[in-house]
């Protein structure tokens, strides 16, 4: 009996505890991520300066990041965020868009209530043409990074 009470307890902890941590902890910036709807204020390329290269060593992937900030329709918070998706190559400032911001851990406290990534999700012309509400499919899609 005492055995089967201790497998018990083992199998509450891997099965439960275990699976609980990897989620919120390791994945954190994927499970709290943010849906910003909003119009761009400003996109802009980091790495300004020409890079010459030989063909031999890789490009450094900082000279496609992008500097991001969006005013939220909603609430007119001014969301901003690094990021190196190449998409906000081809947004300017003006366009409505849909973004997911990553937030960093909050237990890394120089970086806490901030965002590392800004993922482009769909780019609008106008404000005008975002649709006003998503329905449960569009909320999946969101979750799991679905365009």
């Known amino acids: 009996m005492k055995i089967l009470s201790i497998l018990k307890k083992i199998f509450f902890f891997l099965f439960l ?18 849906k910003v709807v909003g119009e761009v204020q400003a996109v802009q390329n ?6 010459i290269t030989n063909g031999t060593r890789p490009l450094n992937p900082q000279i496609f990041s992008f500097s991001v900030a969006i005013k939220d329709l909603k609430t007119n918070e001014i969301h901003m965020a690094s ?5 906000w190559a081809a947004v300017q400032k003006g366009n409505c868009v849909v973004a ?20 482009l999700m769909k780019n609008y012309m106008s404000c005008q043409d975002v649709p006003d509400q998503d329905g449960l499919w569009e909320n999946l899609k969101f979750f799991f990074l679905w365009i």
């Open 83 to 87: 990021s190196e998706d190449r998409q």
């Open 100 to 119: 997911a911001f990553f937030p960093y851990e909050p237990w890394k406290l120089s970086k806490a209530n901030t965002n590392h990534n800004a993922r």
């Open 46 to 51: 980091i790495a300004t300066e020409a890079i």
């Open 17 to 34: 505890v275990l699976p609980f941590f990897w989620i919120f902890i390791w994945n954190y910036s994927f499970v709290f991520k943010t």
